[in-house]
Protein backbone atom coordinates (compact mmCIF):
# COMPACT_ATOMS: atom_id res chain seq x y z
CA UNK A 1 0.00 0.00 0.00
CA UNK A 2 1.56 3.53 -1.02
CA UNK A 3 1.34 5.99 2.27
CA UNK A 4 1.04 8.59 -0.67
CA UNK A 5 -1.79 10.90 -2.12
CA UNK A 6 -1.90 10.71 -5.79
CA UNK A 7 -3.37 13.22 -8.00
CA UNK A 8 -4.46 12.47 -11.46
CA UNK A 9 -4.37 15.73 -13.21
CA UNK A 10 -7.21 15.03 -16.52
CA UNK A 11 -8.85 12.04 -16.10
CA UNK A 12 -9.63 10.32 -18.98
CA UNK A 13 -8.83 6.75 -20.61
CA UNK A 14 -5.28 6.21 -19.41
CA UNK A 15 -5.58 8.00 -16.32
CA UNK A 16 -8.85 5.72 -15.19
CA UNK A 17 -7.03 2.80 -16.02
CA UNK A 18 -4.01 3.38 -13.47
CA UNK A 19 -6.45 4.71 -11.07
CA UNK A 20 -8.63 1.77 -11.82
CA UNK A 21 -5.48 -1.03 -11.73
CA UNK A 22 -3.93 0.77 -8.25
CA UNK A 23 -7.38 0.30 -6.39
CA UNK A 24 -8.10 -3.51 -7.98
CA UNK A 25 -4.76 -4.03 -6.58
CA UNK A 26 -5.11 -2.21 -2.96
CA UNK A 27 -1.97 -0.33 -3.81
CA UNK A 28 -3.67 2.45 -3.11
CA UNK A 29 -6.50 4.00 -1.07
CA UNK A 30 -9.79 5.35 -2.58
CA UNK A 31 -9.09 8.64 -0.09
CA UNK A 32 -5.86 9.03 -1.88
CA UNK A 33 -6.31 9.23 -4.55
CA UNK A 34 -7.52 12.78 -6.08
CA UNK A 35 -9.14 12.53 -9.74
CA UNK A 36 -9.65 15.93 -11.47
CA UNK A 37 -11.56 16.89 -14.71
CA UNK A 38 -13.22 19.51 -16.44
CA UNK A 39 -16.84 18.22 -16.85
CA UNK A 40 -18.91 17.64 -13.09
CA UNK A 41 -20.36 14.80 -14.83
CA UNK A 42 -17.52 13.15 -15.38
CA UNK A 43 -15.80 13.51 -11.90
CA UNK A 44 -19.36 12.45 -10.44
CA UNK A 45 -18.58 8.74 -12.63
CA UNK A 46 -15.10 8.82 -11.12
CA UNK A 47 -16.75 9.26 -7.83
CA UNK A 48 -19.24 6.85 -7.78
CA UNK A 49 -17.35 4.09 -9.25
CA UNK A 50 -14.19 3.86 -7.96
CA UNK A 51 -14.71 6.53 -4.50
CA UNK A 52 -12.20 8.54 -5.17
CA UNK A 53 -12.12 12.47 -4.03
CA UNK A 54 -12.58 14.21 -7.70
CA UNK A 55 -12.31 18.11 -8.22
CA UNK A 56 -12.10 20.65 -11.44
CA UNK A 57 -9.12 22.62 -9.24
CA UNK A 58 -5.78 21.18 -10.90
CA UNK A 59 -3.60 23.70 -8.67
CA UNK A 60 -5.37 22.75 -4.98
CA UNK A 61 -5.36 18.82 -6.12
CA UNK A 62 -1.70 19.39 -6.99
CA UNK A 63 -1.12 21.42 -3.73
CA UNK A 64 -2.34 18.68 -1.82
CA UNK A 65 -0.82 15.66 -3.85
CA UNK A 66 2.42 13.77 -2.87
CA UNK A 67 2.43 12.20 -6.34
CA UNK A 68 0.93 14.56 -9.85
CA UNK A 69 0.08 12.00 -12.30
CA UNK A 70 0.23 14.21 -15.24
CA UNK A 71 -2.56 13.14 -17.38
CA UNK A 72 -4.39 15.16 -20.13
CA UNK A 73 -3.44 15.09 -23.96
CA UNK A 74 -0.12 16.31 -25.04
CA UNK A 75 -1.76 19.02 -26.76
CA UNK A 76 -3.19 19.97 -23.72
CA UNK A 77 -0.39 19.58 -21.41
CA UNK A 78 1.41 23.00 -21.61
CA UNK A 79 -1.69 24.97 -20.49
CA UNK A 80 -2.11 22.28 -17.52
CA UNK A 81 2.21 22.63 -16.82
CA UNK A 82 1.72 26.62 -16.52
CA UNK A 83 -1.50 26.21 -13.94
CA UNK A 84 -0.34 23.58 -11.84
CA UNK A 85 3.33 25.24 -11.46
CA UNK A 86 3.31 27.13 -8.64
CA UNK A 87 2.35 24.01 -6.66
CA UNK A 88 5.12 21.43 -7.81
CA UNK A 89 8.68 21.85 -5.94
CA UNK A 90 10.72 19.90 -5.49
CA UNK A 91 9.22 17.94 -2.86
CA UNK A 92 6.42 16.69 -5.38
CA UNK A 93 7.59 13.61 -7.59
CA UNK A 94 5.85 14.57 -10.94
CA UNK A 95 4.51 11.24 -13.27
CA UNK A 96 4.09 12.16 -17.43
CA UNK A 97 2.52 9.80 -19.01
CA UNK A 98 2.01 12.16 -22.06
CA UNK A 99 2.94 10.85 -25.47
CA UNK A 100 5.66 12.53 -26.88
CA UNK A 101 5.99 15.73 -24.41
CA UNK A 102 10.14 15.62 -23.14
CA UNK A 103 11.24 15.85 -19.76
CA UNK A 104 13.28 18.92 -20.58
CA UNK A 105 10.13 20.56 -22.15
CA UNK A 106 8.19 20.04 -18.30
CA UNK A 107 11.62 20.81 -16.75
CA UNK A 108 11.82 24.36 -18.45
CA UNK A 109 8.13 24.83 -17.01
CA UNK A 110 8.28 23.63 -14.05
CA UNK A 111 11.50 25.51 -12.66
CA UNK A 112 15.15 23.57 -12.45
CA UNK A 113 15.15 20.60 -9.68
CA UNK A 114 11.17 19.29 -10.55
CA UNK A 115 11.32 15.72 -9.78
CA UNK A 116 9.91 14.10 -13.16
CA UNK A 117 9.72 10.70 -14.15
CA UNK A 118 8.04 10.01 -17.68
CA UNK A 119 6.35 7.19 -18.76
CA UNK A 120 4.71 5.21 -21.55
CA UNK A 121 1.49 3.08 -19.91
CA UNK A 122 -0.82 1.43 -22.27
CA UNK A 123 -4.95 0.61 -21.56
CA UNK A 124 -4.80 -2.95 -20.48
CA UNK A 125 -3.58 -1.41 -17.32
CA UNK A 126 -7.32 -1.50 -16.51
CA UNK A 127 -7.55 -5.27 -16.14
CA UNK A 128 -3.76 -5.49 -14.42
CA UNK A 129 -2.29 -6.59 -17.85
CA UNK A 130 -0.49 -3.19 -18.65
CA UNK A 131 2.96 -2.88 -20.21
CA UNK A 132 4.67 0.41 -19.14
CA UNK A 133 8.19 1.86 -20.14
CA UNK A 134 9.52 4.33 -17.74
CA UNK A 135 12.71 6.85 -17.73
CA UNK A 136 13.84 8.83 -14.61
CA UNK A 137 14.62 12.81 -15.48
CA UNK A 138 17.66 14.60 -14.08
CA UNK A 139 16.47 15.52 -10.79
CA UNK A 140 14.27 12.73 -9.43
CA UNK A 141 16.09 9.92 -7.50
CA UNK A 142 16.20 5.90 -7.85
CA UNK A 143 13.62 6.00 -5.00
CA UNK A 144 11.38 8.42 -7.48
CA UNK A 145 12.09 5.98 -10.01
CA UNK A 146 10.96 3.14 -7.66
CA UNK A 147 8.45 4.74 -6.79
CA UNK A 148 6.15 5.30 -9.94
CA UNK A 149 7.54 1.78 -11.00
CA UNK A 150 5.67 0.69 -8.22
CA UNK A 151 2.31 2.30 -8.69
CA UNK A 152 2.52 0.75 -12.88
CA UNK A 153 3.87 -2.32 -11.42
CA UNK A 154 0.41 -2.90 -9.72
CA UNK A 155 -1.24 -2.70 -13.13
CA UNK A 156 1.19 -4.53 -15.19
CA UNK A 157 4.79 -5.12 -16.12
CA UNK A 158 7.67 -2.21 -15.99
CA UNK A 159 10.88 -1.67 -18.06
CA UNK A 160 13.10 1.37 -17.44
CA UNK A 161 14.49 2.81 -20.59
CA UNK A 162 16.19 5.65 -21.37
CA UNK A 163 14.45 8.41 -22.53
CA UNK A 164 15.32 8.60 -26.02
CA UNK A 165 13.53 5.12 -26.72
CA UNK A 166 10.11 6.46 -24.90
CA UNK A 167 8.59 7.48 -28.47
CA UNK A 168 9.55 3.78 -29.52
CA UNK A 169 7.78 2.56 -26.87
CA UNK A 170 4.90 5.02 -27.46
CA UNK A 171 4.26 3.61 -31.67
CA UNK A 172 4.78 -0.02 -30.04
CA UNK A 173 3.15 -1.29 -26.61
CA UNK A 174 1.60 2.34 -25.77
CA UNK A 175 -0.62 2.73 -29.47
CA UNK A 176 -0.15 -1.50 -29.77
CA UNK A 177 -3.38 -2.53 -27.86
CA UNK A 178 -5.40 0.19 -30.77
CA UNK A 179 -3.96 -2.40 -33.19
CA UNK A 180 -4.65 -5.55 -31.64
CA UNK A 181 -8.06 -4.85 -31.12
CA UNK A 182 -8.45 -4.10 -34.51
CA UNK A 183 -7.14 -7.10 -35.94
CA UNK A 184 -9.52 -9.28 -32.96
CA UNK A 185 -12.06 -7.17 -34.82
CA UNK A 186 -10.94 -8.19 -38.46
CA UNK A 187 -10.90 -11.91 -36.98
CA UNK A 188 -14.32 -11.54 -35.70
CA UNK A 189 -15.24 -10.31 -38.60
CA UNK A 190 -13.30 -12.74 -40.66
CA UNK A 191 -15.38 -15.63 -38.22
CA UNK A 192 -18.01 -14.43 -39.27
CA UNK A 193 -17.86 -14.55 -42.85
CA UNK A 194 -17.01 -18.18 -42.85
CA UNK A 195 -20.32 -18.80 -41.31
CA UNK A 196 -19.51 -18.60 -37.29
CA UNK A 197 -22.19 -16.67 -35.08
CA UNK A 198 -20.89 -13.04 -34.30
CA UNK A 199 -20.23 -13.84 -30.04
CA UNK A 200 -18.31 -17.12 -30.75
CA UNK A 201 -16.25 -15.95 -33.41
CA UNK A 202 -15.52 -12.65 -31.09
CA UNK A 203 -14.84 -15.09 -28.20
CA UNK A 204 -12.62 -16.85 -30.12
CA UNK A 205 -10.68 -14.29 -31.99
CA UNK A 206 -9.80 -12.57 -28.11
CA UNK A 207 -8.79 -15.97 -26.41
CA UNK A 208 -6.98 -17.01 -29.65
CA UNK A 209 -4.38 -13.17 -29.11
CA UNK A 210 -4.30 -13.57 -25.48
CA UNK A 211 -3.72 -17.57 -25.35
CA UNK A 212 -0.72 -16.88 -27.96
CA UNK A 213 0.41 -14.14 -25.84
CA UNK A 214 0.50 -16.24 -22.74
CA UNK A 215 2.31 -19.59 -24.39
CA UNK A 216 4.86 -16.87 -25.89
CA UNK A 217 5.58 -15.51 -22.72
CA UNK A 218 5.33 -18.16 -20.28
CA UNK A 219 7.56 -20.72 -22.73
CA UNK A 220 10.00 -17.90 -23.88
CA UNK A 221 9.72 -19.37 -27.14
CA UNK A 222 10.68 -17.34 -30.38
CA UNK A 223 7.48 -16.89 -32.58
CA UNK A 224 8.73 -18.58 -35.44
CA UNK A 225 9.21 -21.66 -33.16
CA UNK A 226 5.74 -21.39 -32.12
CA UNK A 227 3.97 -20.46 -35.28
CA UNK A 228 6.35 -23.62 -36.77
CA UNK A 229 3.88 -25.66 -34.34
CA UNK A 230 1.01 -24.50 -35.53
CA UNK A 231 1.60 -25.12 -39.18
CA UNK A 232 1.54 -28.69 -40.70
CA UNK A 233 2.68 -29.15 -44.25
CA UNK A 234 0.04 -28.79 -46.91
CA UNK A 235 -2.44 -27.86 -43.83
CA UNK A 236 -4.65 -25.15 -42.90
CA UNK A 237 -2.06 -22.40 -41.11
CA UNK A 238 -0.05 -22.70 -44.25
CA UNK A 239 -2.56 -21.47 -46.39
CA UNK A 240 -3.46 -19.01 -44.25
CA UNK A 241 -0.02 -17.51 -43.33
CA UNK A 242 0.80 -17.41 -46.90
CA UNK A 243 -2.28 -14.73 -47.46
CA UNK A 244 -0.63 -12.91 -45.06
CA UNK A 245 2.48 -12.54 -46.18
CA UNK A 246 1.07 -11.26 -49.58
CA UNK A 247 -1.15 -8.97 -47.81
CA UNK A 248 2.01 -7.68 -46.85
CA UNK A 249 0.88 -7.95 -42.41
CA UNK A 250 4.49 -7.65 -41.54
CA UNK A 251 5.11 -4.54 -43.49
CA UNK A 252 2.10 -2.79 -42.77
CA UNK A 253 2.43 -3.69 -38.87
CA UNK A 254 6.23 -2.26 -38.98
CA UNK A 255 4.88 0.91 -40.89
CA UNK A 256 2.12 1.49 -38.37
CA UNK A 257 5.06 1.53 -35.29
CA UNK A 258 6.57 3.71 -37.34
CA UNK A 259 3.97 6.32 -38.19
CA UNK A 260 2.88 6.25 -35.02
CA UNK A 261 6.73 6.82 -33.10
CA UNK A 262 6.88 9.68 -35.79
CA UNK A 263 3.65 11.45 -34.44
CA UNK A 264 5.03 10.69 -30.68
CA UNK A 265 8.34 12.80 -31.92
CA UNK A 266 5.64 15.93 -33.89
CA UNK A 267 3.84 15.54 -30.41
CA UNK A 268 6.63 16.33 -28.39
CA UNK A 269 8.39 18.96 -31.10
CA UNK A 270 4.87 20.59 -31.09
CA UNK A 271 5.00 20.65 -26.84
CA UNK A 272 8.43 22.16 -26.79
CA UNK A 273 7.70 24.80 -29.24
CA UNK A 274 4.27 25.92 -27.10
CA UNK A 275 7.21 25.96 -24.00
CA UNK A 276 9.95 28.14 -25.44
CA UNK A 277 7.22 30.80 -25.96
N1 LIG B 1 -5.25 6.28 -24.25
C1 LIG B 1 -4.13 5.55 -24.27
O1 LIG B 1 -4.12 4.39 -24.69
C2 LIG B 1 -2.84 6.14 -23.78
C3 LIG B 1 -2.72 7.48 -23.48
N2 LIG B 1 -1.54 7.97 -23.02
C4 LIG B 1 -1.43 9.39 -22.71
O2 LIG B 1 -2.35 9.68 -21.68
C5 LIG B 1 -2.77 11.03 -21.80
C6 LIG B 1 -4.29 11.06 -21.76
O3 LIG B 1 -4.79 10.34 -22.86
P1 LIG B 1 -6.24 9.72 -22.82
O4 LIG B 1 -6.54 9.25 -21.44
O5 LIG B 1 -6.34 8.80 -23.93
O6 LIG B 1 -7.10 11.02 -23.14
P2 LIG B 1 -8.55 11.41 -22.61
O7 LIG B 1 -9.04 12.52 -23.48
O8 LIG B 1 -9.38 10.20 -22.44
O9 LIG B 1 -8.22 11.99 -21.16
C7 LIG B 1 -7.80 13.27 -20.90
C8 LIG B 1 -8.70 13.82 -19.81
O10 LIG B 1 -8.18 15.05 -19.38
C9 LIG B 1 -9.27 15.92 -19.17
N3 LIG B 1 -8.76 17.30 -19.26
C10 LIG B 1 -8.40 17.99 -20.35
N4 LIG B 1 -7.94 19.20 -20.00
C11 LIG B 1 -8.01 19.26 -18.64
C12 LIG B 1 -7.68 20.24 -17.69
N5 LIG B 1 -7.17 21.43 -18.03
N6 LIG B 1 -7.89 19.94 -16.39
C13 LIG B 1 -8.38 18.75 -16.00
N7 LIG B 1 -8.73 17.78 -16.87
C14 LIG B 1 -8.53 18.03 -18.18
C15 LIG B 1 -10.25 15.59 -20.25
O11 LIG B 1 -11.50 16.06 -19.90
P3 LIG B 1 -12.62 16.34 -21.05
O12 LIG B 1 -13.11 14.98 -21.40
O13 LIG B 1 -13.61 17.17 -20.35
O14 LIG B 1 -11.92 17.04 -22.16
C16 LIG B 1 -10.12 14.07 -20.28
O15 LIG B 1 -11.01 13.48 -19.36
C17 LIG B 1 -2.21 11.57 -23.10
O16 LIG B 1 -1.16 12.45 -22.83
C18 LIG B 1 -1.76 10.34 -23.85
O17 LIG B 1 -0.65 10.60 -24.67
C19 LIG B 1 -0.46 7.18 -22.79
C20 LIG B 1 -0.53 5.85 -23.05
C21 LIG B 1 -1.69 5.22 -23.63
O1 LIG C 1 -3.09 7.96 -29.44
C1 LIG C 1 -2.47 8.52 -28.55
O2 LIG C 1 -1.99 9.63 -28.72
C2 LIG C 1 -2.25 7.81 -27.24
C3 LIG C 1 -0.80 7.70 -26.87
C4 LIG C 1 -0.49 6.25 -26.81
C5 LIG C 1 -1.74 5.63 -27.11
N1 LIG C 1 -2.68 6.46 -27.31
Known amino acids: MLDKTIAFLGTGNMAEAILKGLLRAGTAKPENIIA ?4 PERLEELQRAYGVRTTSDNLAAAREADIIVLSVKPQA ?33 LGAGARIIRTMPNTPSLVGAGACALAR ?3 AS ?10 FQSVGTTTVVDENLLDAVTGLSGSG ?29 AQTVLGSAQLLIET ?20 GLHTLEAGGLRTTLINAVEAATRRAKELGEQFLEKSER
Open 77 to 109: MDKLVVQVAPALDHRKLIISVAAGVPIAALERR
Open 177 to 205: PAYIFLVIEALSDAGVKVGLPRYTALKLA
Open 220 to 239: NAHPGQLKDQVTSPGGTAIA
Open 142 to 151: QEDLAVASRI
Open 36 to 39: TGRR
Open 137 to 139: GEH
